[in-house]
């Protein structure tokens, strides 16, 4: 049974720095292109950022150089470094594992249940 698990959200001051964290367990994890998203309130869920299997990456505009994904796989471990918080990325944040491959969908990935970010200003 996959299973995937986000944590390190909270409540932290615009200009503050978070770490996500993605457990994820019942699948070859580094076959797998894995990705960010988040919710804000009121919205649609959105992409963040994308790590691929070969270790190459893809951001939002609105979180260049600002974040950053990265993946351990030996640990079977996602990661989103962000820091220069501000208000407007509060949203729930949601990591995701789709298998490796020309097409991709995400809608039937493995999705984590989420982790909510507060930036307050």
């Known amino acids: 049974q996959v299973q995937l698990v986000e944590s390190g959200g909270g409540s932290v001051q615009a200009g503050g720095s978070l770490r996500l964290s993605c457990v994820a367990s019942g699948l070859v994890f580094s076959s797998y292109d894995l990705g960010w998203f988040r919710q804000p309130p009121g919205k649609y869920r959105e992409g963040v950022a994308v790590i691929e299997s070969d270790g190459s990456t893809t951001y939002a505009d609105f979180v260049t150089g600002r974040f950053t994904i990265y993946r351990d796989n030996d640990k079977n471990t996602l990661y989103l470094e962000m820091s220069s918080l501000k208000p407007e990325d509060t949203a729930m944040y949601y990591c995701?594992?789709?298998?490796?491959?020309?097409?991709?969908?995400?809608?039937?990935?493995?999705w984590g249940p989420g982790t909510q970010v507060t930036v307050s200003s």
């Open positions: 995701a594992a789709v298998q490796s491959g020309p097409l991709v969908n995400w809608a039937s990935g493995y």
